[in-house]
């Protein structure tokens, strides 16, 4: 029987993904562990293994097509002793594998798991139980039995009828499932209904509010926007993987996360003397190039991962269920890319030093902007760091990334006066914003955290103990 090779889940969050190449031809041979596509998603590109041995009978999905959603069918093996124009002519007619779900990622390449990115297995088998996104960090019911609602409560009145996935990308993209109009049967809210919702389609007004509660005022639809402007004085240049996911995971956070803040101002003039001192005391290879170069952004780094440490009880993140208190530091660093921004991750970044620090970053940040970033390398996270400083900025707030609950701000070091001492001198300062979580960083203890990493980026060799 044929096997119905299905466009693979790669991350938590994925809904859709790009098939940007086929390494192999219709009519190739095909064997475990070959590299048979190339997959884009919102975050990074990734190639596609087999997990089984047989002949590409039919490629469904030609390279080049974008958003294609996940579980759908992409191409068709021909088992051994199969004819591969058979195979080919009943494409997507037999049963197909079950394919990784959009809550249940495959792991990528070199993970260390057996390969299952091609989501190809020689018979169908029952669908993985969801996991929890670690972007949301909240708990998901069991699947439901096909064209079953859900209740909104524990009530027989008020239902609304929506099914699994809907809930969790109404959940995602920051919309009330109760103001989206159902396609499905019934009336029931599917995903496509999420996905109209979010252009402004097939909102329904909010309820009444109770007296005395806030009203949120309902965003503008596309046609609203358009009709402010003239016809022709636009361009409409439609939003990426990476634009939406970004957009939407912002306008989460800061409509789901009480965000707080707390700026300090730090005087560097240490650090930049022991960066300059510790650069120009790096080894040299041949050709004279420095084994490390270290940047303000990596005392950075490292000072955050050692305040958290210092303040175990800020190293949190929240969930319904209670507090994750996190043993180690991984700081998040916001990387910029022509599409938006991503934030690789420096795991356990208080153990390693400043200049694997630095190493580590240079190569995350290049193969980010190459999109070639594992889920692993990018998603988690216990805090991160948002560094304006190289385009002059003073100051600026940040939006927290679910599920972390905290992130650093930093501004541009300059020349600033100071008294000290009762006299006025010239001084090196750097402003850092952090923005905290109240649910799980209240502001006494957020205080603490920013005034360690203060400590540490005004005394460098404390880092280096």
Known sequence: MPVNILMPALSPTMEKGNLAKWFKKEGEAVKTGDVIAEIET?????????????????????EGTNDVPVNQLIAVLAQEGEDPKVAAAAAGKGAPPTAPSAGTPSPPRGEGAAPQAAALAPQAKPPAAPVP???????????????????????????????????????????DVGRISGSGPHGRVIARDVAAAREGKGLRAPAAAA??????????????????YEEGSYELVPHDGMRRTIAQRLTAS????????????????KLV????EITA???????????YKLSVNDFVIKALALALQRVPDA???????????????????AVALPAGLITPIIRNAETKSLSAISNEMKDLAARARARK???QEYQGGTSSVSNLGMYGIKDFTAVINPPQSTILAVGAGEERAVVRSGRIEAAQIMSATMSCDHRSVDGALGAQLIGAFKTLIENPVMMLV
């Open 42 to 62: 919102d975050k990074a590109t990734m190639e596609y293994e087999a997990v089984d041995d047989g002949v590409l009978a039919k490629i469904v999905v030609p």
């Open 281 to 291: 005391a790096a080894p040299k290879d041949k050709d004279g190039k420095p084994a």
């Open 373 to 375: 970033l594992k889920p």
């Open 254 to 269: 800061v409509q789901t996360i009480p965000h707080f803040y707390l700026t300090i101002d730090c005087d560097i003039g």
């Open 273 to 276: 003397a022991a960066r300059e």
């Open 315 to 333: 190293n949190v993140s929240w969930s319904e269920a209670g507090m994750l208190k996190h043993k180690h530091s991984d700081i998040g660093v």
């Open 211 to 228: 007296p005395g509660t806030p009203a949120i005022a309902p965003s503008m639809s596309d046609q609203q926007i358009r009709a402010l």
């Open 133 to 175: 996104s670690p972007r949301t960090g909240g708990e998901r019911s069991p699947p439901k039995a096909a064209g079953e609602a859900a209740r909104a409560d524990g009530h027989g009145a008020n239902r609304i009828f929506a099914s699994p996935l809907a809930r969790r990308l109404a959940k995602d993209a920051g919309i």
